[in-house]
């Protein structure tokens, strides 16, 4: 048997086209990737899910009870600051943490509040969330 020249080669095009497929092939899986990860970027509302943290360690029986307000700011992410206040019906009013600044991120909540032995009125729980 002799060698023969034509072994072990491909024709240009058909590398071409491969290349070709293999790239869309990446671009297309890379695209979908950003599209169902794009949510995860640093633009969320980080306030959400403190609000619900704070309300969380603030609340016995669905009771918010202002007077651990301030170790309630705990739940305030690593990095960031944190603001909350409580305010009731009657006019009560209660905060704990920092001074927001005007681009703080924020929740607000309603929520049921102690306001004294045995007395509980609707109010609003607003958590602010900054860097």
């Known amino acids: ?8 080669t491909t024709e240009p095009v058909a590398v071409l086209v491969a290349v070709f497929a293999v790239t869309l092939g990446v671009s297309l899986y890379a695209g979908v990737l950003d599209d169902a990860f794009g949510t995860l970027d640093d633009d969320r509302n ?3 899910p403190t609000a ?4 969380q360690r603030l609340s016995s029986a669905g009771v918010v009870r202002p007077k651990g307000l301030d170790n309630a700011l705990n739940a305030v992410p ?11 019906m009657t006019g009560e009013r209660w905060s704990g943490g920092r001074e927001p600044p005007t681009s703080a991120d924020t929740e607000t909540k309603t929520v049921s509040v102690q306001v004294g032995p ?3 009125r609707r109010g609003t729980l607003t958590v602010r969330v900054w860097r």
């Open 46 to 48: 980080i306030a959400t």
């Open 78 to 88: 690593a990095n960031y600051h944190g603001n909350a206040t409580i305010t009731a």
């Open 1 to 8: 048997m002799s060698p023969s020249s034509d072994s072990g």
């Open 118 to 120: 045995g007395t509980v």
């Open 52 to 55: 619900d943290a704070v309300e």
